[in-house]
């Protein structure tokens, strides 16, 4: 006599909903293994933009190939069955504390707790480390210009334009 079922489900963490409304100028794909419904009722929560249920890690890599062709793509993932799409990424970012070994290894970023809110802290890390090598570089060249130029017209000696250059 049927009397009927247990559904048991994971508990979409509150960090989840704020990491998917710091990044919402991002399109965001789901590649799951999970089935068509938990990926359908998970991305209508996180407003994800599309998702690809039921996959294996390998069908999981083909989706990732022809995303990349459209531009750079960021990777998350937690399981061994990530291994081989954060290899493929052009940044990946891998769970630290539940987080396979093997999927940590090849990751770009290992977020130790677990809280994707820290995603949007690795693009603010990035964005400021990427604007101080800019003006490193501009401002190493423009001192290498500026001794070569004083070279040139005599103002210093040929040892000094060759430290900056090579010193620099």
């Known amino acids: 006599k049927y009397l009927g079922y247990v559904l048991l489900e ?3 963490k509150e960090s989840t909903y704020k990491a998917m409304k710091l990044l919402k100028k991002y399109k965001k794909i789901m590649l799951s293994g999970d089935s068509e419904t938990v990926c359908k009722k998970v991305s209508e929560e996180l407003g994800i933009d599309e998702y690809y249920a039921g996959l294996l890690p390998e069908e999981k890599m083909k989706i990732l ?3 990349i062709k459209d531009g750079q793509t960021m990777f ?3 399981g061994i069955n990530d291994t081989l799409s954060i290899s493929l990424a052009d940044v990946s970012v891998s769970m630290g504390m539940r987080g396979s070994d093997a999927t940590i290894e090849y990751s770009d970023i290992v977020i130790s707790n677990d809280n994707l809110e820290n995603v949007n802290t690795a693009f603010k890390f990035a ?3 990427r604007k101080i090598i800019i ?3 501009i401002g190493i060249m423009s001192l290498k210009i500026f001794f070569m130029i004083l070279s040139i017209f005599g103002f210093v000696n040929m040892w000094l334009a060759i430290f900056s250059d090579v010193g620099l």
Request: charge should be negative.
């Open 10 to 12: 994971d508990k979409i």
């Open 65 to 67: 190939e022809t995303i």
């Open 76 to 78: 998350v993932g937690d």
């Open 127 to 129: 964005y400021k480390t």
């Open 135 to 137: 003006q490193n570089l």
